[in-house]
T-cell receptor, first 112, second 116 residues
Framework: GENVEQHPSTLSVQEGDSAVIKCTYS??????FPWYKQELGKRPQLIID?????GEKKDQRIAVTLNKTAKHFSLHITETQPEDSAVYFC???????????FGDGTTLTVKP | GAVVSQHPSRVICKSGTSVKIECRSL??????MFWYRQFPKKSLMLMAT?????????EQGVEKDKFLINHASLTLSTLTVTSAHPEDSSFYIC????????????FGSGTRLTVV
């Protein structure tokens, strides 16, 4: 089955700096890669996703890149703000399986 | 947008009793729902895949007789934790979609189960 590894497990940045979270996956059949943000005690919320037919996607301060050959994808947050502080999860899934395999999460702390 | 409602949000039960958690898709038909379990400061662990009108598919290591899943309609899936024990205490989250992972799945708000 799919195996998703996520790094780093914790990340602390100063407000205004950029944050990068990286994930690798093992199943070459995976073709959909969502990122979720989970605030303390709340449900995971989809913040951005990318499909295997594109290499990069951007939405305001958030961007995701995908390297299918190397089987890794990354989340980039620019101009970080304290409200970006949360746990971020990457995931990988394929059309056929439907289910998502999640990374272990990254706790991002943005210091004001 | 897609809305998934999960109830109850919190439940405390005694050891040996059963607890039912509901997951409803409010504005779309969910052919597939997933049930996840999340321990404190840990990732989401897929427990089972629930397909409307058929038996759920359980992940390795998940006891199907302990975690009963029923997906009787296109808008409702239920997870029943039978004969609950303290080690079953966890955060349970469902997610629902229209099939395939291609468009992402919407998560319910989660259920905090505490077994005393």
């Amino acid at each position: 089955g799919e195996n998703v590894e996520q790094h780093p497990s914790t990340l602390s940045v100063q407000e205004g700096d950029s944050a990068v979270i990286k994930c690798t996956y093992s199943d070459s059949a995976s073709n959909y890669f969502p990122w979720y943000k989970q605030e303390l005690g709340k449900r995971p919320q989809l913040i951005i996703d990318i499909r295997s037919n594109v290499g990069e996607k951007k939405d305001q301060r958030i961007a995701v890149t995908l390297n299918k050959t190397a089987k890794h994808f990354s989340l980039h947050i620019t101009e970080t703000q304290p409200e970006d502080s949360a746990v971020y999860f990457c995931a990988a899934s394929s059309n056929n399986a439907g289910k998502s395999t999640f990374g272990d999460g990254t706790t991002l702390t943005v210091k004001p | 947008g897609a809305v998934v409602s999960q109830h109850p949000s919190r439940v405390i039960c005694k050891s040996g009793t059963s607890v039912k958690i509901e997951c409803r898709s409010l504005d779309f038909q969910a052919t597939t729902m997933f049930w996840y379990r999340q321990f404190p400061k840990k990732s989401l662990m897929l427990m089972a895949t629930s397909n409307e009108g058929s038996k759920a598919t359980y992940e390795q290591g998940v006891e199907k007789d302990k975690f009963l899943i029923n997906h009787a309609s296109l808008t409702l899936s239920t997870l029943t934790v039978t004969s609950a024990h303290p080690e079953d205490s966890s955060f349970y989250i469902c997610s629902a979609g229209t099939g395939g992972g291609f468009y992402g799945y919407t998560f319910g708000s989660g259920t905090r189960l505490t077994v005393v």
